[in-house]
């Protein structure tokens, strides 16, 4: 039998509380990572005992006896699935766990969660400060939407270089926005000083997390005030979801959950919120193999005649390794970058030669997945002087490292490069 019992609607601005659905079980921040990881956010099933939550696929949830003082663009109760629904909150529970935030948003994609992040916050006449590295939606949301459509200022900045963030600050910034390990470069950004610039001058800290996840770095635990992650990646961990999420101070995140999905419709369907808390569950162990296998590959990778350069925080020589060591807790992540002493069809035939290695956009999967970007990146100008003859990024799996080596070994043979 289902009961509103639970539900407390006193007027139309409040919301519909999830009564039913509250934990009975916590897991806080007495439990650690790995802990947190695995039970937070489950629990049993009231209605059928079952020690996992179900799916719930409805895309709509029985209306109290009288709905007049229902508010239709609520995002708190369950309602309408594009309004919020029980997967999703199940998830959001666990990452605003394991990012330590107060709460979290969970979106359709990495992108839905940067879109929704810069349409709550931005308006025309504000300024906005970003990485010169960094994801492609970023740059063509901020430097050509926001920027041409909705007279936002925009600033691209490197910011790995503390005193050209600094310089970039005007009255009207309202955001600073960085990636790192940045996207596809691997650039390194001090967290903890670009918070303190950021909150000097009374603008928010966003952090895209991506490459190196919550069990490698917790922006908001070093000062950022949003953490912005897509779950496809290491999240899910298995490549066959799409998601993201916003974590930070609930203040902020019940406006941006509000237009976000309700107004901007950026809603992740209840099976995929799912399979990201299935996938999410083995986070920590993935990590560990990820961090592992990508440095012993850079390490071989450097060790190469033929390699142009290898790019991997967790090498020493890498230029933001001092900070990356200061700021990542456990690891460096599983993405790295590298070039060839080759022509521009070496490359491809290169990658046609392996036989682990997948050829394929995305990073944080279970697999191994390698991408060549070419010579003629429209942002070339924007990445260091090494990144200019075409590169890979490659997404170090979770198989045998050995067998990632010989793989990439026997395809340089191939191509005569060793
Ligand atoms: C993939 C990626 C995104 C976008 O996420 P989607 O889930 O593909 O929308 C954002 N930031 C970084 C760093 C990424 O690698």
Redesign the pocket.
């Given at each position: 039998m289902k009961s509103f019992d639970n539900f407390q609607i006193n007027q139309k601005q409040s919301s519909i509380k999830w009564g039913e659905f509250v934990l009975k079980r916590t897991y806080g921040d007495e439990f650690g990572f790995e802990t947190r990881a695995v039970h937070t956010g489950n629990d049993v099933d009231g209605e059928t005992g079952a020690i996992k939550r179900p799916i719930t696929m409805a895309n709509s949830y029985e209306l109290p006896y009288d709905p007049t003082n229902v508010n239709w663009s609520s995002a708190d109760g369950n309602l309408y699935t594009r309004n919020g629904g029980s997967n999703q909150k199940y998830l959001q529970e666990k990452l605003a766990s394991l990012e330590g935030g107060e709460d979290c948003i969970v979106l359709a994609?990495?992108?839905?969660a940067?879109s929704g992040l810069f349409f709550a916050l931005l308006k025309s006449g504000d300024h906005v400060i970003f990485s010169s590295v960094?994801?492609i939606?970023?740059y063509r949301l901020l430097n050509e939407l926001f920027n041409n459509k909705f007279n936002v200022e925009t600033t691209i900045v490197d910011t790995t270089d503390i005193n050209a963030v600094r310089s970039a600050v005007k009255p009207n910034t309202k955001l600073i926005h960085i990636?790192t390990p940045g996207?596809p470069t691997l650039s390194i950004s001090d967290i903890r000083a670009i918070a303190d610039i950021a909150h000097e001058n009374g603008a928010l800290l966003s952090v895209?997390n991506?490459?190196a996840s919550p069990y490698n770095q917790r922006p908001i635990e070093l000062g950022a005030d949003f953490t912005v992650e897509?779950?496809?990646?290491y999240i899910n961990g298995h490549g066959d979801a799409?998601?993201?999420a916003i974590i930070g101070k609930r203040e902020y995140l019940d406006v941006i959950r509000a237009q976000s999905q309700v107004n901007l419709g950026g809603t992740i369907s209840p099976f995929n919120a799912w399979l990201i808390m299935r996938g999410s569950v083995t986070l920590p162990l993935r990590m560990r193999q990820h961090n592992e296998n990508a440095l012993k590959v850079a390490k071989w990778l450097q060790k190469q005649k033929n390699i142009s350069f290898v790019a991997y925080p967790g090498l020493e020589n890498h230029k933001g390794h001092d900070i990356a060591k200061s700021q990542m807790s456990n690891g460096f992540g599983g993405v790295l970058s590298f070039g060839l002493k080759a022509d521009h069809d070496t490359h491809n035939k290169f990658v046609q030669n392996l036989r682990v290695i997948t050829s394929a956009v995305?990073?944080g999967h279970d697999e191994s997945l390698i991408v060549f970007l070419g010579e003629d990146d429209e942002r070339q100008y924007l990445y260091p002087e090494e990144f200019h003859n075409g590169f890979f990024r490659f997404s170090v799996g979770i198989e045998d490292a050995e067998d990632i080596i010989n793989d990439l070994k026997q395809a340089l043979e191939k191509v005569n490069l060793i």
């Open positions: 994609s990495g992108v839905a940067l960094t994801y939606a970023v990636e996207n895209d991506t490459f897509s779950l496809t990646k799409m998601g993201g995305s990073l």
